[in-house]
């Protein structure tokens, strides 16, 4: 297969999907569900927010993403006293040229692990929501774009809270994804050793051929042309309005949410069920791939009430309400 050639049918599709899946999952065992939506973000030309305890392979899979991809790759540890400017770079005074010269920073790279995220100050959470949304950083005045190709994948611990700084809702909106890992089974696991001592020997096998940057453009524009009908959009609008009118859909459900979806959310969920269908080879979407992708599209979007966390109730348990709930169009 010629991993550089345009995508421009639904075997070159499958393809393309399937050598990524593959080596992936060769490199990151037991997490199947936590590679598809790095895919699913990667195609789909969004940042990713990963929960889950040390340990389960995240800087890995940046690790194996670049590898297998044409670009370049970044990890960045946030900690409390990181500054704007170990993000974005800064002006170096040249004192044999007698002017500033632009350094520039790891945020200069295709795919970043901003690896704890909530351990650094707002500072440093304005940059990287810069290079976030609008794909730029500015230093002393000028702007400087990013790469084209340009993804986060940021982490939380959801163990340890101390020294840990609370993302504003505006970052959290921008990234499409909120993945939960949780950890491996006892099968996985067996599998994990075995993969840990043959690296250790060097037997792990390279990618046959690296996806370059202009294929992986091309797949994203082949995946937006999946056909979404109007019941379907429908749908995803009826899904977010329930989410800021949820009394609409039950008593029990009136006073379980602060704050609602943004916009923002409406057009995640029509682009990731574009994406996820595309993945599975399909031409349209349906709602299953709108109802496989709520719960990573709205979970780090909607804001529960107090009442309802001193009870128990859970977003993702909320999702499960809606999914019920909501008539498909």
């Known amino acids: 297969m010629n991993l550089h050639a345009p995508i421009t049918s639904a075997a070159a599709t499958s393809d393309l999907v399937s050598n990524l899946r593959s080596f992936m999952n060769a490199r990151i065992v037991g997490q199947e569900q936590f590679v598809d939506r790095i895919l699913l973000g990667l195609f789909s030309d969004g940042h990713v927010l990963v929960i889950g305890a040390p340990g389960l392979a995240k800087t890995k899979a940046v690790n194996a993403l670049s590898e297998i991809i044409d670009c370049d790759a970044r990890r960045i540890q946030f900690t409390p006293d990181l500054l704007p400017s170990d993000l974005t770079g800064t002006d170096i005074y040249r004192s044999e040229l007698g002017e500033f010269k632009f350094r520039q920073g790891p945020l200069f790279n295709s795919l970043i692990l901003a690896d704890e995220v909530n351990r650094a100050p707002a500072k440093v959470q304005s940059a990287l929501l ?13 702007t400087y774009e990013l790469p084209s190709l340009f993804m986060v994948l940021a982490t939380q611990n959801p163990i340890e809270q101390e020294g840990t700084y609370p993302l504003p809702e505006a970052q959290l909106d921008r990234f499409l994804l909120q993945v939960n890992v949780d950890f491996p089974s006892a099968d996985a696991e067996r599998q994990i050793l075995k993969l840990v001592r043959g690296e250790v020997f060097g037997e792990t096998t390279p990618p046959a051929r690296r996806i370059s940057v202009e294929e992986i453009f091309s797949a994203r524009r082949d995946a937006m042309g999946t056909h979404v009908s109007e019941a379907l959009e429908e749908y995803i609008i009826q899904l977010v309005q329930a989410t800021r009118n949820p009394a609409a859909y039950g008593d029990d459900l009136s006073s379980m949410i602060a704050y609602g979806a943004s916009p923002r959310s409406t057009i995640a969920l029509d682009r990731c ?10 031409d349209f979407a349906t709602p299953a791939d709108v109802q496989a992708i709520l719960h990573d599209v709205l979970r780090h979007r909607i804001i529960l009430s107090f009442e309802a966390e001193a009870d128990g109730q859970t977003r993702d348990g909320f999702i499960d309400t809606l999914i019920e709930r909501v008539p498909v169009s």
């Open 130 to 142: 810069e290079a976030m949304a609008e794909k730029q950083i500015t230093v002393g005045g000028t």
């Open 273 to 282: 069920a574009r994406v996820h269908a595309w993945m599975r080879g399909s």
